[in-house]
């Protein structure tokens, strides 16, 4: 392993540092994140070199295939290193069909806690998120009763840290009223800004904000902008949209996915890439109304 990790850590807990630059497991399972990959070599082989750049922050769920990709980090990490955090998150199924299908009664929130447990090989999960909102964004809704839930399994020892996935900062504020909250995992990328204020509290409050679908997601980002710096730079659109996260805040952190191992050091060499004030401010514009 590499005696640095890429693009720094940070330390939210005495038991808990994460490399800023994480991996997100999601897209070892098949296409739509259902079924077993083409190329299950070559997902172990993503895993084991995300470990060997350095990587200590791997996000994934037992939804994610279902089921497959835990199974995968398995067959590839285990039995883990000392420095390596899973991260985790409950709140959903799939269906039969591959559809994404809500399930966050408390009863079956307990339930997928076990379930990971069980596939990942471990006696306590690191940090496990709870998977609110829906495709479109947060809701208002209290999510007192669910975290709840995974907060009695917190007393238990078998969640070492809590997280939320996917909330308003009203909700935040709630979960932080049943139990300390150390991630908070939401859309967020050049184009989608309107986590602005969330990502400053989270800075404030040492709470690590992971941006999902850091690349702009299933639809990847466009922006003439965005390709004018990167060409300036000699990196690729991609690298400069993670390295724009890394210098957001001091406590964002990142969890680009990839099948590929070439892709994977693609976007950890992005960690390198450092972007002057100017940059910055040419690639804040994209964020912008009339830009996005």
């Not at 006696?123 to 809704?141: I, K």
């Not at 995992?185 to 969330?198: G, K, M, P, S, T």
């Not at 904000?209 to 990847?220: I, K, Q, R, V």
């Not at 996915?257 to 100017?278: F, I, M, P, Q, Y």
């Amino acid at each position: 392993m590499t005696s640095t990790s890429p693009g720094g850590t940070l330390t939210l807990a005495d038991d808990l540092t994460l490399s800023r630059m994480g991996y997100g497991a999601m897209q070892l399972a098949g296409p739509g994140v259902f079924g077993p990959p083409k190329d299950r070599g070559e997902a172990v082989a993503v895993l084991r070199e995300a470990v060997d750049l350095g990587i200590t922050h791997i996000d994934t769920s037992d939804f994610y295939g279902p089921f497959i990709v835990n199974e995968i980090i398995k067959e590839a990490l285990y039995p883990y290193p000392a420095d390596l955090h899973i991260v985790t998150k409950v709140g959903a199924r799939r269906g039969e069909d591959g559809s994404w299908q809500m399930s966050r009664s408390p009863e079956d929130l307990k339930a997928q806690v076990h379930e990971n447990l069980q596939r990942l090989g471990l006696d306590a999960l690191d940090v496990v998120n709870l998977r609110f909102g829906s495709p479109e964004g947060p809701s208002e809704e209290s999510l007192a009763e669910e975290f709840g839930a995974l907060a009695e399994l917190q007393q238990q020892g078998l969640i070492r840290h809590l997280g939320v996935s996917t909330v308003s900062d009203g909700q935040l504020t709630e979960a932080q009223s049943i139990a300390p909250v150390v991630t908070v995992q939401n859309l967020y990328n050049l184009a989608v800004r309107h986590d602005d204020a969330l990502v400053e509290r989270c800075a404030a409050e040492n709470i690590a904000y992971a941006a999902y679908f850091p690349l702009g997601g299933f639809s990847p980002l466009q922006s003439q902008t965005l390709d004018q710096v990167a060409a300036r730079l000699g990196s690729s659109a991609q690298q400069v949209a993670l390295a724009w996260l890394l210098q957001r805040s001091a406590t964002t952190v990142l969890i680009p996915g990839t099948s590929s191992v070439a892709h994977l050091r693609e976007n950890v060499a992005a960690a390198d890439l450092k972007l002057s004030a100017e940059v910055v401010a040419e690639l804040d514009s994209i964020g912008q109304p009339d830009q996005a």
